[in-house]
């Protein structure tokens, strides 16, 4: 599922550093930002939001009077950096408080939390249902592909790479690795390097920040380390 959200912090560097957390985590869509909480209800009154991340020290309308004012379905998590306002912050009910300056882990682990609430809220009938399989063009033909046979995915500037448990030879397709991360499920794959997209079900061992698959050795790099990190520590593979 995506979560659509919109940002309010009246710092701009702090406003760039939450839009590129939010543009990394693939369960996240990115609504809008806004400097303070007059233009964030100019957006929500145009566009679906599902989630804010707030700060609570802003001009003429705090955060969390703000906040009193949201639809209860609509959830916030505050971003701050003042530890004293915490407990007023979950006092209105907000998912969470990331304290300044959090790193993308923390911002992650927030993001995790709005997820599962949001997964345990929808009605059954409205879940979505779990795609086992992807449809690629190869070779001037539709090759289904399914989730459980692969282990990496390499991109190549236009085109991907796709690598499969027990066959040698690569499906190669002309997509963007952006355009095939949107077809993965985000709960199976994640993106370790501006050119892979590895099955994290399939890591068998890591050497050195690098993940091994047989006898090749697929870098993982500074922008997704945290992320990566945290799915290791999680799994009891630190």
């Not at 390499?154 to 355009?179: F, H, Q, R, T, W």
């Amino acid at each position: 599922m995506k979560i659509n959200c919109l940002i309010v912090d009246d710092e701009p560097l702090a406003l760039d550093l939450l839009e590129k957390y939010v543009r990394k985590t693939p369960f996240l869509q990115l609504t809008g930002r806004c400097n303070n909480a007059f233009q964030a209800m100019e957006v929500m009154a145009q566009e679906k939001v599902d989630l804010l991340f707030l700060d609570i020290q802003m001009p003429d309308l705090s955060g969390i009077a703000f906040s009193r004012t949201l639809q209860k379905n609509l959830r916030v998590i505050f971003t701050t950096a003042f530890e004293q306002y915490a407990l007023e912050g979950f006092k209105v009910d907000a998912l969470d408080y990331l304290l300044k300056p959090f790193n993308y882990e923390e911002f992650l682990k927030a993001a995790h939390k709005a997820k599962t609430w949001f997964e345990l809220t929808l009605p059954t009938d409205k879940k979505p249902v779990e795609e086992e399989s992807v449809f690629v063009k190869s070779e001037y033909k539709l090759v289904k592909i399914a989730f459980q046979d692969i282990l990496y995915i390499e991109g190549l500037k236009d085109y991907v790479k796709i690598y499969l448990e027990n066959n040698s030879k690569p499906v190669m397709s002309l997509l963007s690795l952006k355009a095939m991360e949107e077809k993965l499920p985000a709960d199976r794959f994640m993106r370790v390097h501006r050119s892979f997209i590895v099955h994290l079900d399939k890591i068998q061992s890591v050497d050195r920040s690098r993940i091994v698959f047989g006898k090749v050795y697929i870098p993982v790099s500074d922008t997704y380390k945290d992320a990566f990190q945290q799915y290791l520590e999680k799994n009891g593979m630190e």
